[in-house]
């Protein structure tokens, strides 16, 4: 299966900050098929990117997912209070399914 | 504005057998375009994949787990199920149910989730 590795574990940015968060795969995601995904205390997953680079309905733009191959990375263009939470990488291209461990996004 | 809940017994003993039902609202399970996923989240860790079903009863598992999963449909009430068997401490987790992307192939993204429940395992 392919594991997914994230980095940093913990960024530590202020509100109106740039966040690039880092999804590295164990072999090539073949057809770009990644998501991410926020995580808030308490509260379910939330979709926010899939197929590397197409944002999910409702997500604002300042999310944006690229990359391929083995390197996919999430921006965050300006930080705002509501975006410090848990973010998680997800690949679908091959079974099983598998994510990554996630990156936190806290106030500095 | 679909929505999934979680249901179920949220201590277990040892070596006996877990089951959750997801009951969905907002829309119909017996859609063609959606399959519906068990997930779990451990304690301190991440996310894994559990299983996925479709209206029709085709089911994909995680063969980590594959021996001692069952996922089931019952579109009458627009429900489907999970059980797990013979759980250890190593299960205990907050269980989440979620409609999953169309595969044929069992390799599917998640949108949306359900709240998701606590499960402990212990005795």
């Known amino acids: 299966e392919i594991v997914l590795t994230q980095s940093p574990g913990t960024l530590s940015l202020f509100p109106g900050e740039r966040a690039t968060l880092s999804c590295r795969a164990s072999q090539s995601v073949t057809s770009g098929y990644l998501t991410w995904y926020q995580q808030k205390p308490g509260q379910a997953p939330r979709l926010l990117i899939y197929?590397?680079?197409t944002r999910a309905t409702g997500i604002p733009d300042r999310f944006s997912g690229s990359g391929s191959g083995t390197d996919f990375t999430l921006t965050i263009s300006r930080l705002e209070p509501e975006d410090f939470a848990v973010y998680y990488c997800q690949q679908y291209d091959t079974f099983p399914v598998t994510f990554g461990q996630g990156t936190k996004v806290e106030f500095k | 504005q679909l929505q999934l809940q979680e249901s179920g017994p949220g201590l277990v003993k040892p070596w006996e057998t877990l089951s959750l039902t997801c009951t969905v609202s907002g829309g119909s399970i017996t859609t063609s375009s959606y399959y519906w996923a068990w997930l779990r989240q451990l304690p301190g860790k991440g996310l894994e994949w559990i299983g996925s079903i479709f209206y029709s009863g085709t089911t994909f598992y995680n063969p980590s787990l594959q021996s001692r999963v069952t996922i089931s449909v019952d579109t009458s009430k627009n429900q489907f199920s999970l059980r797990l068997s013979s759980v250890t401490a190593a299960d205990t987790a907050v269980y989440r149910c979620?409609?999953?992307?169309?595969?044929?192939?069992?390799?599917?993204?998640?949108?949306?989730w359900g709240p998701g429940t606590l499960v402990t395992v212990s005795s």
């Open positions: 979620a409609r999953a992307s169309f595969s044929s192939s069992g390799r599917n993204w998640f949108d949306p």
């Open positions: 197929l590397a680079s």
